[in-house]
């Protein structure tokens, strides 16, 4: 198999972005992770208290899986296939049949199943992705981009890890690039992304989307801090805070993400004033951050459980990217 | 976040594995930098190992006082609840349920034992003993 020798592995801080972007640059258009999360308007907040992980409240800090690689089929005309299969030999061959061709595949697993992932890291989240760039004897090659080298997994593996059930369940998803992008990055794309991410940031027309949705997740804590035993508070604000570092990506990692972008936009496309938005945003991700700490001693009883501290911090935080926001949104409107 | 204050804490959650975070460098640039972990993941996430480990620890328990059966003690073993295990099994809640009561998976017929057996990643045998990993 050849495409293991020319493939280049790039780890990077998200599966769906960096599958992405590692794809993009493997057909020679040469991306970052920042600037395919930042185009696809990747960021979101999302505190959905009626779907439940374990009892617990789903929380998101960005936009729902397939979101990212729909995305910017879209905004850059990719010719990307998908493929979902009613029985697993039929996806396997499927697989088989596509790296034959020479082709790097994307895929749709289960993160439960993968052995290559280190036991504490593995839980049943159905909508992980990686890239297979080859197949030696049993052993795939894959490439998964939050790891950092070319990873090994046995097809059997693999293939349980594709055709799990359940919520997200990938039904053995394959997707391909099949050509090159019909458009190219430029300004008014950018401008409209922005645009995009300000405006389910701000006017998601539900109070648990955006801003306000870190709103609601204070509230919510409210509402528990009275009514609910330590134990479970503590078990609460270590899942919300699981859900933000190891769901998420690392440290309030989509905040610094997405200020990477308008970092790497504001150069590539003039908008000087992108800069100074990509410092605020780094340090409210910084006090994302600190949030997590405090909150992740509190649950562990490093620190004595203040609730009332914890809310203060989701408030202040709502505001401040609320605030932040509109000024983005106003100052790309302006453009 | 500085690329100096990207914590390195060797993670026992990640073993040796590094991520990526993105951190500004010198010069304000943002560049990704791998961390060997930080504390609030290795925490929540310990945390979150550790309640399975005890909600299989307590099914265990009850199962050897006849109180469940042991596929109660199998799915928190591997990180399920009744919920994720009825959505990743395709059986009703209600009848997972019913299945984690004692003696409700030992006398399933073994169609159903096997699917039971394919969404958890084992196989029927391993389910049927209490040491099947």
Known sequence: MSEATTFTHYQSAHCESGVSASMLRHHGFPVSEAMVFGLSSALSFAFLPFIKINQLPLIAYRMPPRFIVNGLRKLLQLPMKFETFGNAEAGMKRLDQLLAEGRVVGLQTSVFFLPYFPPSMRFHFNAHNLMVIGKEGDDYLISDPVFENVTRCASADLQRARFVRGVLAPKGLLYFLDGEPGKTIDREMVLKALKKTCRIMLYTPVSFIGASGVKSLAKALKKISGKKDEAYIKRYIGHVIRMQEEIGTGGAGFRFLYAAFLQEAGQQFNLPELKSFSTRLTAIGDEWREFAVKAARMSKGRLKLNTSELITFLENLSAAEDQFFRDLYAYVKAQ | ?133
């Open chain 2, 1 to 133: 976040m500085q690329q100096k204050d990207v914590s390195q804490t060797h993670s026992d959650i990640l073993q040796g594995q590094r991520k990526i975070v993105y951190a500004l460098d010198d010069n304000g640039e943002y560049k990704r930098v791998p961390s060997s972990g930080w504390e609030a993941e290795e925490l929540v996430t310990q945390d979150a190992n550790d309640w399975f480990d005890q909600q299989a620890a307590e099914a265990l328990s009850e199962y050897q006082r006849g109180q469940c059966s042991i596929l109660k003690f199998h799915m928190f073993k591997r990180r399920m609840d009744a919920e994720t295990l009825s959505q990743a099994t395709g059986i009703w809640l209600w009848r997972v349920r019913r299945h984690l009561r004692a003696g409700g998976f030992e006398q399933l017929k073994s169609s159903l034992q096997q699917r039971y057996a394919e969404a958890l990643g084992a196989s029927v045998e391993q389910l049927l003993t209490i040491d099947g990993q």
